[in-house]
């Protein structure tokens, strides 16, 4: 039996069900809509790569500006200081030798920054006054006042004064770090240590322990070898060197020596660690502690107190000693006889002076800055070394003996002699402590 479909039924069954018309009418717009969907995410990666060709181009524009800039520095700084040497060289008036060296630098600032503990300052002041006042201070004084100046031997070499002592031929390296300070004092301890005891310590000690555990003596910016000293007076050191408690751990592949620049690394890393090495068998940390009775500066001088470096007080000192009991100010002779007095009896001291540009490429002789002229505009930075004697050229100039602590292929063997007659001005410094 068939039935007939009314014309509703019909039409309610045609919107159910689409027909060929439709069902073609709605796959083209899918397929237009898709096909815009490619199109727009075509143009976005086009546009995407194209602005990454552009940032790609520019990135490598700037490296290669960048490049070409550094090259070109490193050229103009290198054709510098070759210059600098042939002026040294050639020069008549010189009274050493220079070499170039590449690792080399000149006078810019690196941007270190510093900051203090205005407390724990005056605290070390402190303890230095007491130092200064002491008994221990008086008969030291005494000593230097009783050593005639005709007594003085016109040369002098600690190590051939001391030969039982192996640590005063020691050439240091501070590699990567800015810590001559602490290399220096560390030194001075040890030669002193060894001294005190007729030969029976030889060890060396720890400028890592300075650097590391001493809260105001400096970082690897820069720092005080007074404090350094004063440290080794209250804290006390232990055993450094390679076999040691506590070795110098920080990078010297650097240079020779190394650029200021590497000294960000070397702060990022330094950290005070309160044990010995594991080699290390003969005592603990604590028990392997050495100490001094009481340090000191040598020349005037005085000391930042405040976080800006602005504040400062006067430290006692024992040419100021002399000098305020004396009946007419010292001269310049007089002060050096008492430095000299100081370490003929006593063992090495540091000095801290201005280093000019010239200097790191110092290979022998008797360095004085040169040319004169300009001499402020070359100063690199300041730095300490440890002095072991003096000597006399041929036309009577005075001049120090040191030890540097850019390892023993800088300079004569890591050691050099210097007239300081056009430094002095600056204010020199020499620290020392006795055992």
């Not at 040497?85 to 070499?99: G, I, L, M």
């Not at 009946?327 to 000299?340: A, E, F, V």
């Not at 001499?375 to 120090?400: A, K, N, P, Q, T």
């Amino acid at each position: 039996m068939m039935f007939r479909r009314s014309r509703r039924q019909m039409e309610e069954t045609e919107d159910m069900y689409p027909g060929p018309k439709e069902q073609r009418g709605s796959f083209e717009n899918h397929q237009r809509r898709k096909k815009c969907g490619w199109v727009v995410c075509m143009v976005v990666l086009i546009v995407g790569l194209i602005l990454l060709g552009m940032l790609v181009v520019y990135a490598g524009f700037a490296l290669y500006r960048h490049y070409v800039t550094d090259v070109n520095d490193r050229r103009e700084n290198d054709e510098y200081l070759r210059k600098l040497v042939r002026q040294v060289n050639d020069s008549p008036e010189t009274t050493w030798k220079a070499k170039f060296n590449k690792f080399g630098v000149r006078n810019e600032a690196y941007g270190f920054t510093y900051t203090r503990n205005k407390t724990a300052i005056e605290e070390y002041m402190e303890h230095i006054n007491k130092f200064f006042t002491s008994d221990a201070m008086k008969r030291h004084l005494k000593e230097l006042e009783d050593f005639k100046d005709e007594d003085i031997p016109k040369e002098f070499d600690a190590r051939i004064k001391w030969p039982h002592c192996p640590s005063i031929s020691n050439v240091p390296n501070q590699g990567g770090c800015g810590s001559c300070f602490a290399v220096a004092a560390a030194g001075v301890a040890s030669d002193r240590a060894c001294i005190h005891s007729n030969g029976t310590f030889r060890a060396l000690l720890s400028e890592e322990d300075i650097i590391g555990c001493c809260p105001v003596c400096g970082n690897c910016y820069g720092g005080d070898p007074l404090k350094a000293l004063t440290f080794w007076v209250n804290q006390g050191l232990v055993t450094g060197g390679r076999d040691g408690c506590r070795p110098y751990s920080f990078d010297i592949s650097c240079g020779v020596p190394c650029s200021p620049a590497t000294f960000f690394e070397a702060e990022g890393k330094r950290t005070c660690m309160r044990r010995c090495q594991n080699i290390y068998y003969q005592s603990k940390y604590d028990d392997d502690k050495h100490f001094a009775t009481f340090a000191y500066s040598m020349y005037p001088r005085s000391m930042a107190v405040s976080a800006d470096g602005k504040e400062r007080v006067k430290v006692p000192t024992v040419i100021g000693h002399f000098n305020e009991t004396a009946s007419t100010p010292l001269n310049t002779t007089q002060i050096r006889n008492i430095i000299m007095k100081e370490i003929a009896l006593f063992g090495p001291t540091t000095m801290a002076f201005p280093v000019p540009e010239e200097f790191l490429h110092y290979s022998n002789g008797v360095f004085r800055p040169f040319p004169v002229d300009g001499f402020d505009e070359r100063i690199v930075y300041w730095h300490v070394v440890r002095l072991i004697g003096w000597g006399h050229s041929d036309d009577g100039s005075h001049f120090w003996l040191a030890i540097n602590s850019f390892g023993s292929h800088w300079g004569d063997n890591g050691l050099f002699k210097i007239n300081t007659d056009t430094m002095e001005k600056y204010g020199l410094e020499y620290e020392t402590a006795v055992v």
